[in-house]
C-alpha cells in the first residue's frame, strides 16, 4: 500500500506504475545530468542521420512518429489493473535504424509532454533518457545480437524484434527505478521489484505489437527493410 500510494502517479491505471515520469519524483540534480545526456546523444544522432539516412527514407521518420503516436493512445490491461501500451523504440528502430528511431521517439515524447500533459516537463530529460535512448538503443543493440545469432536479419528479423522489444521495456523501466531510488523517491530495491515486475507483462504487449506490425511491414513492403540496409551499407 506504501509503494501504490508513492508510486501511483505514474500509472495509466489506478494502482499502475510506467515510464512517464511527472515532475517532482526524480530529482533536480539528477535531471540536470540527464538532460544533458539527453542533448548530447540527440545531437550525435541527427548528426548520424544526416550523414547516413537515404533521402527515400525521410518520410518513414514522419510516417513512424505518427503510427507510434497514435498506437500509443491505445491501452491493453495487464495484471493488478494496471494497463500498458506501445512504446514503439525496436519498432522504428527495426525498420529506420538507431539514430533515427531516437529522434522518432524524442519527437513522440516531446509532444506528449508539451501539447498533452504526458510525462512532465521537466521530467522529460528522464523520460526521453529511458525510453528515448535506453528503450531505443539498447533494445536495438539486443535486436541486432539475436538478429546475428537466429541465423541473420532477414530470417530472423521478427522473433528477434519481439524479444528485444521486451527486452526495451525492462531497460527503461529499469531505468526509471534507478532514477527514484536515486532520487530518494522510494527504496530502489522496492522500486526494482515493482516496475520490472509489472513491466515484465507490458513488454509481453510491446512484444506482440512489434512482431504484428514488422510481420505486416515485411508481407507488405519489405522493400522499406532494403532501404535502410542500403543507408547503413553506405555508411560503412
Do not use: C
Request: proline share 3%; aromatic share 8%.
Amino acid at each position: 500500500m506504501v509503494l501504490a500510494s508513492i508510486l501511483a502517479p505514474l500509472g495509466d491505471a489506478p494502482g499502475g506504475l510506467q515510464m512517464h515520469a511527472p515532475d517532482g519524483f526524480i530529482s533536480v540534480p539528477l535531471l540536470v545530468v540527464l538532460w544533458v545526456i539527453d542533448l548530447a546523444i540527440l545531437a550525435y544522432a541527427v548528426r548520424q542521420t544526416n550523414r547516413t539516412m537515404d533521402e527515400r527514407a525521410i518520410p518513414l521518420m514522419g510516417v513512424m512518429a505518427a503510427f507510434i503516436f497514435a498506437a500509443q493512445m491505445f491501452n491493453f490491461q495487464v495484471a493488478g489493473g494496471t494497463s500498458g501500451h506501445l512504446l514503439g523504440g525496436v519498432l522504428a528502430a527495426a525498420l529506420l535504424g538507431p539514430w533515427p528511431a531516437t529522434i522518432v521517439m524524442t519527437a513522440v515524447l516531446a509532444v506528449q509532454a508539451l501539447i498533452f500533459q504526458d510525462g512532465g516537463i521537466l521530467a522529460l530529460g528522464a523520460n526521453l533518457f529511458n525510453m528515448a535512448i535506453v528503450g531505443t538503443l539498447g533494445g536495438y543493440a539486443i535486436y541486432r545480437v539475436l538478429a546475428r545469432l537466429f541465423g541473420g536479419e532477414n530470417r530472423a528479423r521478427i522473433p528477434a524484434a519481439a524479444i528485444a522489444a521486451w527486452a526495451s521495456v525492462l531497460l527503461g523501466s529499469g531505468a526509471m527505478a534507478l532514477e527514484l531510488g536515486i532520487s530518494g523517491t522510494t527504496d530502489l530495491a522496492v522500486a526494482l521489484t515493482a516496475m520490472l515486475g509489472v513491466h515484465t507483462f507490458i513488454g509481453i504487449g510491446e512484444a506482440l505489437i512489434t512482431a504484428a506490425a514488422l510481420g505486416f511491414i515485411q508481407l507488405t513492403r519489405a522493400d522499406l527493410f532494403k532501404l535502410r540496409d542500403a543507408r547503413s551499407r553506405a555508411s560503412v
